[in-house]
């Protein structure tokens, strides 16, 4: 609790002094900016634009974890599957978010499409690597152990594989969410008309300095969020699981 109060009280001491040396102008002061946020909380369209941004990066997510876990643990336990899929996911994470926004603005125009494509194709790769990676790194032994036995296919993926590679898929996702909401306001700031993203890009297109702040401090209040409720439980949980697993 204290080095939270110090953070904040730090910040807020060197908002002010750019505020001082660079002018209001440009650097609206904290006061000047939570009024201004004050003030938007109370429109119904500020909360839309929330919603849709949240709804856009959870869906992504939803989608990339499906593709990801069914891919990845195909690749983990065949090497042929592994040799035509990792090329495909190498490619991608190659590939920089801003150039997926460019074709899909040419191809599907702007909307939902753009920034759930762009999160999927920039988070898709570590998932993929860190559930294929880890599937292929549980013990031989095992699955001929349940050979053996005759245990079915389903049951072997729902007792071995999916129990041993836990721990990686809680540390995978953590990394997902934590770059989950950046990239949805990336591509909403370039490719689309609605969301926070899109939102800073009016702000900034029309020079509203306190209402641009005001979206900025929105945008890290749900990083904040995102880290306290969800990835930090994602990353302890991992931890623990790594530890009775050790």
């Known amino acids: 609790m204290i080095s939270l109060f110090f953070s904040i009280t730090l910040l807020l001491g060197l908002w002010s002094l750019a ?37 856009r990066g959870f869906s992504a997510i939803v989608f990339t974890f499906i593709l990801a876990l069914f891919t990845g643990i195909a ?16 490619v991608l994470q190659a590939t920089p978010p801003i150039l997926w926004i ?6 599907v125009g702007t909307g939902n499409a753009i920034p759930i494509l762009v999160v999927m194709a920039s988070l898709f790769p570590p998932l993929f690597f860190t559930i294929a990676q ?18 079915t296919r389903g049951r072997m993926l729902k007792e071995l594989v999916l129990p041993g590679i836990y721990p990686y898929i809680l540390a995978g996702l953590s990394h997902a969410l934590g770059s989950c909401w950046k990239v949805t306001a990336v591509a909403e700031f370039l490719g689309s008309s609605e969301g926070i993203g899109a939102q800073i890009y009016w702000s900034y297109r029309m020079l ?8 900025a401090l929105i945008l890290v209040g749900f990083g904040l969020v995102i880290e306290s409720g969800l990835i930090r439980p994602l990353r302890q949980a991992a931890a623990r699981n790594r530890g009775s697993h050790a």
């Open 208 to 215: 509203d300095m306190p209402r641009l702040f005001s979206w």
């Open 102 to 107: 460019t074709l899909l603005m040419v191809w």
């Open 19 to 55: 505020t001082f040396f660079l002018g209001s102008l440009l650097v609206p002061s904290p006061q000047a900016t939570l009024r201004s946020l004050g003030s938007m909380l109370f429109q119904l369209s500020v909360w839309e634009n929330m919603i849709l941004t949240l709804g």
């Open 134 to 151: 880890s599937t292929a790194s549980l013990d031989p032994r095992l699955f001929v152990i349940a050979r053996t036995y005759r245990v």
């Open 75 to 90: 690749a983990g336990l065949s090497r042929k599957t592994m040799a035509l899929l990792a090329p495909m996911a190498a």
